[in-house]
């Protein structure tokens, strides 16, 4: 059985940072390519950052320079590296696995909220 646990959301003032981690069960972890997204009220949900399983990242215009993906393989965890924050940050993050079956794995989603 699948389970990816997120934490690390919370409320920060703009220009804060905060770092968000997705730990991961029932999956071969390392062959993986983990991803975070993200859903602001009443707009679609967005990637946010890609890591491959050989560590290749990408990540959307919006959040570029400010945020880093990161993964240890050895703790089954991904973590986003959130600074610079804007209150247009603010949503439901949401990890993401996508096996090598193209099977995608959604976790219950953390919370952010930047105030101005």
């Known amino acids: 059985q699948v389970q990816l646990v997120e934490s690390g959301g919370g409320l920060v003032q703009a220009g804060g940072s905060l770092r968000l981690s997705c730990a991961a069960s029932?999956?071969?972890?390392?062959?993986?390519?983990m991803a975070w997204y993200r859903q602001a009220p009443g707009k679609q949900r967005e990637l946010v950052a890609r890591i491959t399983s050989g560590d290749s990242t990408n990540y959307a215009g919006s959040v570029k320079g400010r945020f880093t993906i990161s993964r240890n393989n050895a703790k089954n965890t991904v973590y986003l590296q959130m600074n610079s924050l804007k209150p247009e940050d603010t949503a439901v993050y949401y990890c993401?696995?996508?096996?090598?079956?193209?099977?995608?794995?959604w976790g219950q989603g953390t919370q952010v909220t930047v105030s101005s």
């Open positions: 029932g999956i071969i972890f390392s062959l993986n390519v």
């Open positions: 993401n696995a996508r096996d090598v079956t193209q099977t995608n794995y």
